[in-house]
């Protein structure tokens, strides 16, 4: 079964640090997304990476502030999140070349 599985959301304060993960099976992905998706908006790119090499690309609301990683060995992909602002919560979603997780919720408190 090809599947994309998002974890480690939550609620964290302003300023504080989030790392979301994307665990892929059943499927050998060439390129990795994070999007979100705030309510009443529409879904937005954050960040990139192919599952090869070491380009990564960002929106540039969140440059500086979260870096996207890989894991090859376990077939993860890392969203690091530092210096969360309040215009940042929303449901992260991974997405791999069609394939979509289910979406893991960020919040950021005042």
């Known amino acids: 079964q090809v599947q994309l599985v998002e974890s480690g959301g939550g609620l964290v304060q302003a300023g504080g640090s989030l790392r979301l993960s994307c665990a892929a099976s059943?499927?050998?992905?060439?390129?990795y997304r994070w999007l979100r998706q705030a309510p009443g908006k529409e879904r937005e790119f954050v960040a990139s990476?192919?599952?090869?090499?070491?380009?990564?690309y960002y929106a540039d609301s969140v440059k500086g502030r979260f870096a996207i990683s890989r894991d090859n060995d376990k077939n993860i992909v890392y969203l690091q999140m530092n210096s969360l602002k309040p215009e940042d919560p929303g449901v992260y979603y991974c997405n791999a070349d069609d394939c979509w997780g289910q979406g893991t919720q960020v919040n950021v408190s005042a």
């Open positions: 990476t192919p599952w090869t090499g070491f380009t990564a």
């Open positions: 059943g499927a050998t992905f060439s390129n």
